[in-house]
Each structure stands twice: as C-alpha cells, then as structure tokens.
C-alpha cells in the first residue's frame, strides 16, 4: 500500500488536553491532519531534534503555500498579509485540500512512489551502490565500529519502521555528514564524496508559539532572506530531476531556501508492505558546491570578515546564546526570523518562546551529541520591544562570560603553583578544577541571569556574578582545603577574583 504522507499517521504531535483530562497526549497524523488541526496541536512531538528542525522547514514552506504568504514581493507586504493570517486562527480546509490535492502534486506525497519518492532520488536505484540499512539510522553504529547503545553491524542489520525512517531521511538531508558516501556514477564521473548538509554542526532557533498554528505562521521567514532568481520550487514540486554535475541553483524564497538546499541523494528500499525500510542508497545529490547563504534560523558571527553559522557545542548552556537571540551586535546577527517576530500580533509576541534544535558535530562524519531546549518567553525583550532588556541581556552574558574566564584563568594558575601532577598533565594543561567549577559555576550563573533579567537588575553585573564563581571555587578545592598549600593557592583565586570584579565595577560610595 502507498505511504501517502498526506493521510498515513507519519508525524507525532503534542495535542492539547480537554479541561481536567490531565496532560498533553501525542498523536500520529498525517500532513492533512496536521495542517487542519494546528490550531488544536501544541507543538511536534519528535523526539529526533535533527529531524525536528527538518520537519518544521516541511512545513513552514508549506504553511507558506497554503497562506498565501509565498505571494508577497517584499517584507512590508508579508507583514501585512501575515497579521491578516493569524487572524483567522486557523488553516482553511480548502488551501490545505488545494495544495496537498492539486493535480500538480498527484504522487507527489508517496514516500515510496516509484517515480516520485518524496524527498528522495530513483535514479539512485541504477547509479549508486546499495547500502545496508544501518547507514540511514544516524543513531546506529557504521559496519563494525564500536557498538554501544544499538547492537547492529554489517551482517545485522533490522528493518527500520517507516514512520522512522522518515526523520532519518529527514536528518540527512538538513544534518548528513560529508566525505565518503556510497559510489555514484553519472556519466564519465564515478565519486563517492559527498558535502556536509546545510545545516551539519549547528545549532538553530524557531519561534514557539502556543500553538502549532502559531509555530509555522510566525516561522516562515520574509522575503529578502533568499536572492535566488527563477521559480520557487520544493524537492516535491519540481518537474524535472536535477543534473547532478550541474552548478546546485540559487536559493529561492522560501522553499529553495528552506528545503531546497540538501547535498545528499538518497532513496530507501521498503519491503513488500512498505511498512519498513531495508536497504538504501546514500551518496552525493551535487558535485559542484552550493552557494553560501545566511540561514535565517542561526546566530551568524563574523570571522574574518566572514559570516558564519554559530556552531552548535553541547557543552555550552543555551542561555549563553540568548542575547544574541534579541539584537544585533557588531560581529553577530541574530537569527533572521526572530527579528522578523516584533511584527506579530502582541498577543502571540508577548508568549512566543524559542525551541532549539543543535547536533554537535564536526564537518566530515563525527556525531557527538544532538540536544533540543526551549526558552522562556524571551522575545517581548528583543530590541524593537524592550531595547533596555536586550541591552542588560547582553551586559548580563557578558559579564557571566568575563568571571567565568577569570575563574578558570585563577585556578589553573594556583593549581600550576602547587607543583604537583604529572608533567604531562601540567604541559597539556589537564586542569583537574576546571571541570568540577565549571559544572558548579554554570547552573547557578544561569539562575542568577534569569533572575536579573526578571528583575531588570543590570547595574553592577560583574558583582554579581562573584557570588556563583566563590561557590565553583569551593566545590573545585573544598575537598583539598585541609592542606595549607591548597588553603593558601585557594585564598589567593579568592583574593584575584574580589580584585577583578572591583575594578569591573568599583564599590558605590554608599559601599565605601
């Protein structure tokens, strides 16, 4: 039987829980489903955030069609336009129906249609190599390396249901790794390399609203964000297959720019009942490189007069990137969809979040660790709201920032005074303190953050940071403070950072 996404129960959802029926329950729907009923939905329910985040562009390019909002030729316009959708509430049943039914995209929805695989290539199944399925679940061990969680290999290899084979699909597409991929050959050129996916080693942000509806309204970026000339068309509504020894097209507003921008081919081989995938192929979609663009989900910094996608880093906090979140600063600009937000109605501002989705990972093919959080209400202090807010958020992570430099500088310093450990400990500066303050330093710093934001406190923010850097002092050396040596090393990051906060903020003369 076909896999129709527009019917098949393919995407989990959050739906929200009738008066007294206790918590929010998941259910499995379709596209149309979906669409119809996000006004009743609160969120996605994938637990994958690499998928997650490949999801929310699906549908953010398709709420785009189905409002209309692809219509409009500059931001004032889609401003306008989109206040005039989230006033309705709701998706109209006959825009769902008319895209996702329109004679253009007949088969276009079969996740294993012969012709037309959704987001997939089959011409794969005559130019490339067969892979075992273990290569399309990013969470499986490759061939025979180590296993830790999962125990496949090479020669064990289980079906992958369908419905998850579909956020792998997803994962690759946005997240694949680069470097070696199976062997493709188009024409005269045989080559295995593939390029990491558009968004591999990153972190992004997207509007959360209180509902679904409010979610893919608010998160559909505006025009300007792409330059890419020529008709706008999603990997499911293209006519012709691409050449892939020709040069990748220019991104196009908004379904070039958001799911049009993939480096890897695939094309899964379901087994008879199409309930499961059991093979397939996964190699290059391009030789040639794609142009650059700003992703108007990412922080982008500047490096050496480069912009750049803020990297995702699963050892840093997501409040560490929060007041990039509300300005633009020299050598940063927030994501462009969040700027974009101060245009919303005030009712959807004011409860607005932000959901983060990041997998650390290098460029080539290590995964480390994938991580997802959700923010507060925070965008009712991005700047074109609350300027001083944005401006305390910063001086407030900045400050955080500066102790937390200091206090690692402090103890690596005293622990080097100590004269013991190993040499090589010492040559490689493989400080045993810095790891126990820092995951004392951290949460409490946050805390304080949050605290200060709250209460618009942003006066003298070294000082109060002074509090949680004394508390990752104890807990690094606490346990050693029986010793004099230490006692005396321990005073002495205790007397240097009292003295690096009162020249950051001198005592008021009220204090003197």
């Known amino acids: 039987m076909p896999f129709d996404l527009r019917v098949e129960p393919a995407i989990p959802v959050f739906a929200s829980a009738k008066a007294g029926s206790g918590p929010e329950t998941v259910e499995w729907v379709g596209l149309r489903e979906l669409l119809l009923n996000a006004h009743l939905y609160t969120d996605l329910a994938i637990t994958s955030p690499p998928a997650a985040a490949g999801m929310l562009r699906v549908l953010f390019t398709i709420a785009a069609r189905i409002t209309g909002l692809d219509k409009a030729t500059n931001r004032p316009e889609f401003e306008e336009r989109r206040l005039d959708v989230a006033e309705t509430g709701q998706f109209s049943v006959d825009a769902i129906d008319g895209y996702l039914y329109g004679e253009d995209l007949d088969g276009r929805w079969d996740l294993f249609d012969p012709v037309w695989p959704w987001l997939q290539d089959p011409r794969l199944a005559e130019q490339a190599e067969r892979k075992s399925v273990n290569v399309l679940d990013p969470a499986r061990p490759a061939d025979n390396t180590p296993i830790w969680w999962q125990h496949t290999s090479n020669t064990h290899a289980p079906d992958i249901a369908a419905q998850y084979a579909l956020q792998c699909l997803l994962a690759h597409h946005w997240y694949g790794s680069g470097g070696t991929g199976g062997t493709r050959t188009v024409g005269a050129v045989s080559d295995h390399h593939m390029s990491a996916g558009p968004l591999r080693g990153t972190v992004s942000f997207y509007p959360l609203g209180r509902s679904l509806f409010e979610t893919l309204v608010a998160g559909i970026p505006s025009p300007g964000t792409a330059h890419g000339a020529g008709d706008d068309l999603a990997p499911w509504e293209v006519r012709d297959r691409h050449d892939p020894l020709a040069q990748p097209p220019e991104a196009t ?181 810095i790891a126990p303050a820092q995951t004392c330093y951290w949460p409490e710093a946050e805390a304080l953050f949050w605290k200060l934001l709250e209460q618009r406190r942003f006066e003298r923010t070294y000082r109060a940071f002074l509090g949680p850097a004394l508390q990752a002092v104890d807990a690094a050396t606490g346990h050693l403070g029986h010793h004099p040596s230490v006692a005396r090393e321990t005073a002495g990051v205790v007397t240097y950072l009292r003295r690096y906060v009162a020249k950051k903020n001198p005592p008021a003369k009220e204090d003197q």
Not at 306 to 313: D, G, L, T
């Open 253 to 433: 507003w908004p379904g070039g720019l958001l799911t049009g921008q993939s480096r890897h081919a695939v094309l899964m081989v379901p087994t008879n009942d199409e309930a499961s995938v059991r093979g397939c192929y996964l190699t290059w979609s391009y030789k040639n490189r794609h142009l650059p663009i700003a992703d108007p989900y990412t922080i982008q910094d500047r490096t050496n007069d480069a912009w750049r996608a803020r990297p995702a880093r699963a050892a840093r906090a997501v409040w560490r990137d929060l007041d990039a979140l509300l300005a633009d600063r020299d050598g940063q600009r927030r994501p462009a969809v969040l700027a974009a937000t101060s245009t919303l109605p005030i009712d959807w501002q004011s409860a607005l979040r932000v959901r983060v989705h990041g997998w650390d990972q290098d460029r080539q093919s290590t995964d480390r660790l994938v991580f997802t959080a959700t923010t507060p209400e925070l965008l009712r202090w991005s700047y074109e709201n609350d300027p001083d807010a944005a401006d305390g958020a910063a001086e407030l992570h900045v400050a955080a920032e500066d102790v937390h430099d200091v206090l690692c500088t402090a103890l690596r310093r005293a622990y080097k005074n100590l004269g013991t450990g190993s040499s090589s400990a010492r040559k490689t500066d493989d400080i045993p303190w």
